[in-house]
């Protein structure tokens, strides 16, 4: 199971980017998908997160300004991110859980990270 996570790099404060990351590998069914981030030095914290239902729920910090989706069929997650700030800086990474088979056991699974940096 992969994920492979794209779409970051460098932008001006103010500026947009859309993350993607798109899920392959023996997958029966997907449950919930999201983001973290980890800045230098910080611990990795929760940005947001889709259900397989489609609610969703984002962190305080990027509430108003990023707003995650899915397309259930290509086993993809969206980060889209706009006016974004100094304080988005960081290495993102998608997660999910998942079943191998039909009634397994849930799984996590991370992706290797895309770089987003904000410049001021």
């Known amino acids: 199971v992969q994920l492979q996570a794209s779409g970051g790099g460098w932008v001006q404060a103010g500026g947009s980017l859309r993350l993607s990351c798109v899920a392959s590998?023996?997958?029966?069914?997907?449950?919930?998908m999201g983001w973290y981030r980890q800045a230098p030095g910080l611990q990795r914290e929760w940005v947001a997160t889709?259900?397989?239902?489609?609610?969703?729920n984002h962190a305080d910090s990027v509430k108003g300004r990023f707003s995650i989706s899915r397309d259930y069929a290509q086993n993809t997650v969206y980060l889209q991110m706009a006016n974004l700030k100094s304080e988005d800086t960081g290495m993102y990474f998608c997660?999910?859980?998942?079943?191998?088979?039909?009634?397994?056991?849930?799984?996590?699974?991370w992706g290797q990270g895309t770089q987003v940096t904000v410049s001021s």
């Open positions: 997660k999910m859980s998942y079943r191998r088979v039909n009634g397994g056991t849930p799984r996590d699974a």
């Open positions: 590998g023996n997958i029966f069914s997907i449950g919930a």
């Open positions: 889709m259900v397989s239902g489609g609610a969703s």
